[in-house]
C-alpha cells in the first residue's frame, strides 16, 4: 500500500466514521420512536375497547336497574290495590305511573282489573305480561304467582261492617245501638 492510498483510506474512513456514527443514531432514534409508537397505538387499541366493554357494561346495568325500578312499580301498584286503601293518593300515582310506560295491551287489561269490570282477567295474568314486557319471554304459570287475601278480606269486611254500622248504628262487635 502506498502512502498515497493509505492517505486518502485514511480520509475516507475519518469522514465516513461520522457518517456511520449519524446513520447508526437515526437508525437507533427511527427504532426507538417506530417502538414507542406501536406500543402506543396498541395501549389506545385496548384502552378504547376496554371504554367500550365499560360502556356496555354500564348501559346494561341502566337497563336492569330500570327493569327493576319498573317492576317495583307494578308490584307496588297491584299491592297497594289490593289492599283496599282508605287514602287512594297513592294508588293514583301508581297508577298513573304505570299508564306511562306500559304497553296498551297491558294497560287494557290492567284498566279492567282496576275498575272491576266482570269480564277482567286476573292480577296475575297482567302481572305475568308485565314480567314478559320487562325481561322476556317467561315460562311461569299464572298459578305460581302468588297473592296473599286474608289482609285484603279482613281489611274489606272491616270496612263493611264500619259502612253498615254507621248505616244502621253497629259495630262488628257490639250489635245494635241501645241494647
Known amino acids: 500500500m502506498t502512502p498515497e492510498l493509505l492517505g486518502q483510506f485514511a480520509l475516507g474512513f475519518g469522514a465516513a466514521t461520522p457518517l456511520v456514527f449519524l446513520l447508526g443514531y437515526l437508525l437507533h432514534h427511527w427504532f426507538t420512536v417506530r417502538l414507542k409508537e406501536s406500543v402506543a397505538q396498541q395501549y389506545k387499541v385496548e384502552l378504547e375497547t376496554l371504554r367500550s366493554t365499560l360502556a356496555s357494561q354500564l348501559e346494561h346495568e341502566r337497563a336492569q336497574n330500570e327493569i327493576r325500578t319498573r317492576a ?3 308490584a307496588d ?18 297508577t298513573l305511573e304505570a299508564f306511562l310506560w306500559m304497553p296498551d295491551e297491558i294497560l287494557a287489561d290492567l284498566s279492567d282489573i282496576l275498575a272491576k269490570e266482570p269480564n277482567a282477567k286476573d292480577i296475575r295474568h297482567v302481572i305475568l305480561q308485565a314480567r314478559k314486557h320487562l ?29 253498615i254500622g254507621e248505616y244502621s248504628g253497629m259495630s262488628p262487635g257490639n250489635g245494635p245501638q241501645g241494647e
Open 72 to 74: 317495583s312499580s307494578v
Open 77 to 94: 301498584l297491584v299491592s297497594e290495590w289490593l289492599s283496599w286503601p282508605d287514602q287512594q293518593k297513592h294508588l293514583n300515582k301508581l
Open 135 to 163: 325481561i322476556g319471554e317467561t315460562n311461569l304459570p299464572a298459578q305460581k304467582v302468588i297473592i296473599f287475601g286474608q289482609e285484603t278480606k279482613r281489611r274489606a269486611v272491616a270496612a263493611a261492617f264500619k259502612t
